[in-house]
Each structure stands twice: as C-alpha cells, then as structure tokens.
C-alpha cells in the first residue's frame, strides 16, 4: 500500500516512544501522574513530534517518562466524511473506559487521542500496544469509506423511489 | 510457595520491580511491584517463600541486602526507607526518618556497610548513617540537582557517590561523614572531599540518566541514559576523565552492571542483556545475550498462518510474541549464585545469564 511508510515510521517512532518507566510526582507527594497531562515540569516531557502524511491526515505522539499521548487526524475530504468522522469518534470516546488507552476527549485539532502510561505498558507487550495503534488507524479509514458508501448508496435509492412518484 | 527454575527462567510474580540477594546467594529478595518484598529461601534450583514483608504503603522501588552484615535496605514511593534486621527467624523493621517529601526510587549500601543512600524525587540524595548515641539513623542531604534522582551508587573507596537524574547529568559528590570515615589518601575528584553538596564532577547525557555504577576498581564510572546509549568515563588519570559513549540501535537501556573492569552488562526496554567490553581502551557493544535463532514463524508456513491469523485474530499480519526470555522492559540487574548474573523484569520473571 502506498501508506506502507507512513506507518512504519509511525511504528518506529511509536516503539521509541512507548519505553515508559514508572515515576512518581516529584511536585506532589505521594502522586503519580502521566506526565504528558500533567505538564509540569520541562525535563520530563519529550520535543512533540508530527508525523503527517499530507495536511489532512496526521499524528501527534507526544512522549514523557511515564505516558505517551498518541493524536490522529483522519482523513476528512468532504462534508460527509466529516460528519461520519466526528459521529464516529463520539461513539468511541464514551466508551473510552473499555478501550483502557483511549483518551475521552482529543486534543485540539486532532479527531481521537491516546493516552498510553507506564501501567499499560506493564500489563500489556509493548509491541502489541504499538500494533494496536496502528490497525486502528487502518481500520478507521477503512471504515469511514466503507460508511460513506453505504450512506451514498442509500441516499441514492431513496432519492429513486422518491422520485419514482414524479414519474409521468 | 515453591518455584522451581526452568531453562535459566524463575517466574515469581505477575511483574517485579527490583531484587537483591544476599551475601551468600541463598536468600533472594524483591518486590512484585507491590508494597510488599518477599524473601525467598534457594536450595539447588528450588526457590520456597520464606517471608513476606509488608511495613510500605505504596510501590516498593529498591532492595539493598549488604552482604556482611545481613541488613536489608528498602525504600519505596511512599518517602520512606526501612532497615531491616533478621532476629529470631523474622524480619524487624526500623524507619529511618530521611527527611524527603517524595518518593524514594533507589538505595544502595557503601561498600562497607555503614551508610547508605537514597535517590528521591525530591531532587536530592539522602545520604544515612547509623547514630550509636541516639539508636537511629541520622540523614544527610545533598542537593543541587535539578530533577528527580534516579539512581546513586557509591565509589569504592567508600567517600565518593554518583548520582543520575532526570535533569540528564551525572554528578559526583562527596559523601564523607566526620567522626565515621577516614579521610581518603586520595580520591580521583581530589584529596580534600568534605560533604558539602559540591558537585565535584558532571557528566552530561542526552537524556534521563537511567543507571550509574563504579566500576570495581573505582576508575570507571559507567551509566546508561534515555538515548540509547551508554557512557563510560574513565578517572584513572583524575576528574574530570575521559569520556567514552557507545551507541547502540537498540532500545533504551534501564539498568547497567558492571562484570569486571572491563565489561558491561546493560538491559532495559528491548527486553535482553547486552555486553559491552573495553577492547584495547575502546569501548563496544559486543554480544546480544539471548540470541535465539529464527523468527516466530517460518517462511514455509506464512501463508498459512495468514489465514489461520485471519481467521482467530481478524488480522493479516503475524501475529508475533517476543522470542526473548523476559516479555517486559528489564529493571534491575544484580550478581546471582554460581557466578551468574541475575535480572528481573517487569514481567515478573528472574533469568540467569552465564557471562
């Protein structure tokens, strides 16, 4: 596919990314938080990094020392796309709970975020997490054009049988 | 509870965040990534739970057991650090007040047991020795680092400590206790090292520092930082050394070991152990341990496999697990008995390697 590069350098930089260590709050006592939305101090979060393919479809993998937040901006290219996009990620994000490392609400300017920290990566192979990601991102172009073509199709046998009752 | 070794693997818990033995390698302890550390009793290739020590209330981050007098080392993320004394067939637990308002995330003994320190996230390292006077131990900071400390270790002339942190500098300070040691003859950062919080030495990495170690023989100051590579700097001829980095394509390494004076062994997120040897005053990567040879799958089968994946996973592609021993990041790297080297994991398992 002619995606193949654009995902194995997300892959690459994802498998970089998610080498996380667990890290106690050093501002509050007694806390441990992901780093990556706590943004306190400096020294713990990495330089962001975009990885875009073209202007419409992006990720955002921003790394701390113990959490990762992963942002994709699906391809959109028309209003329809755009309307089963967001519908689509709505149903996703309120059942983020059951996903584990979906994050409930995206990050400006992007449609869906993750947000992967140290307790994930010790449950769960990095590699695999990693996988993951990545087939989601596959899976939600698929089917986005999948669900534009049913609604198309649809709306195009509707608009016959309406007009059928025009017919001379 | 009794486990038994198998193939060079202990499965002890679901995840492990550290280890220690003891001076004789009979007794192992660690923590499963819980408040609790559990000691268990090896006979031959059989390790049976002797005592579980339950006196933290959050992650237990280190274990230091000092090999002559018996004493174990803990501290943990709830700001604490106990001592603990074997009497009468159990565990007895003495809080050491270290005065820190975060979390402890390493401990290490002096090489001759009668101090210790500790690198917190309250950007400082507690250095603690034994009060006879007051029966208690008696804290001494050292600050003037900038982030979280990681880890510390102790030189072995017993005054020099180095520290890692997460500010990405290694520092060199003076751990020297008035009326307890002797003031040294000679050190590599100088002669004169009063404990006064003076960095007498800096090393800067591109990244957290992960691991620091002296070498044996206290010429060698090693450590391993966030990208990817590892640090070798030699004070042989005085501070502040000749500075050697080794890049390696792997991913980062968390805990480094040093075999002898001349070899490294470093582990950490790729989930083996890697050598690295001093070859004629360059240092190399030199062996990948767990080498196993050939991949998941055969080429013979793929197609095979595609379909069977396709069918049971929803997926084209192979479905791969880790060919190496441990499953999860490697933490923490000791000596083992039969001159092993042991590391545990993440995933809950403990391997000998024969280095």
Known sequence: MANQP??????????ASVCLQNFPSQIIERHNKPEVEAQTSAELLCAPVTISRNDKQMIHIETSVNSVRISVKVKQSDDTDR?????????????AEDFIILRRKPIEGYDISFLVTNFHTEQFYKHKLVDFVIQFMEDIDKEISAMKLAVNARARIVAVEYLKTFQV | ??????????????????????????????????????????????YE???????HDQTVTSIAWASNSNTLLTCS????????????????????????????????????????????????????HYEEDNDWWVSKHIKKHDSTVTSVDFHPGNILVATASTDGKVRVFSAFIKGMDKRPEYTPFGKRVPFNSEVLGEYEANGW?????????????????????????????????????????????????????????????SCRPFIFENQNGTW??????????????DN????????????????????????????????????????????????????????
């Open chain 1, 6 to 15: 654009y995902l194995d350098c997300i892959r690459a930089t994802l498998t």
């Open chain 1, 83 to 95: 309307i089963l996009c967001k519908k689509f990620m709505n149903f996703l994000n309120q059942r």
């Open chain 2, 1 to 46: 509870m009794s486990v038994s070794v198998k193939d060079g693997v202990l499965s002890l818990a679901q995840s492990i965040s550290c280890h220690a033995w003891n001076g004789d390698f009979s007794r192992l302890a660690f923590c499963p990534n819980d408040n609790s550390v559990h000691i268990y009793k090896k006979t031959g290739n059989d």
């Open chain 2, 49 to 55: 739970r002797e005592h579980v020590l339950t006196e």
């Open chain 2, 77 to 128: 993320h709830d700001r604490n650090a106990y001592v603990w004394v074997e009497q009468d067939g159990t565990w007895k637990p003495t809080l050491v007040i270290l005065r820190i308002n975060r979390a402890a995330l390493q401990v290490k003994w002096s090489p001759n047991e009668d101090k210790f320190a500790v690198a917190s996230g309250a950007k400082c390292v507690s250095v603690c």
């Open chain 2, 209 to 269: 520092v992960h691991s620091v170690r002296w070498s044996p023989d206290g010429n060698q100051l090693a450590f391993c930082s966030h990208d990817s590579t590892l640090t070798v700097v030699d004070v042989t001829q005085g501070a502040p050394g000749i500075v050697q980095t080794v890049k390696t394509q792997e991913l980062p390494l968390c805990d480094i070991f040093w075999v002898n004076d001349s070899k490294i062994i470093g582990a950490g997120h």
């Open chain 2, 284 to 297: 190399a990567e030199t062996q990948k341990l767990d080498d196993k040879k050939g991949g998941p799958q």
């Open chain 2, 300 to 355: 013979k089968r793929s197609a095979f496999s595609i379909f069977q994946n396709k069918d049971k996973m929803g997926q084209d592609n192979n479905v791969k697990t880790l060919n190496t021993k441990h499953k999860n990041a490697i933490t923490c790297i000791q000596r083992g008995p039969n001159n092993q080297i042991s590391t545990s994991s993440l995933d809950g398992q403990l391997v000998f390697w024969n280095v």
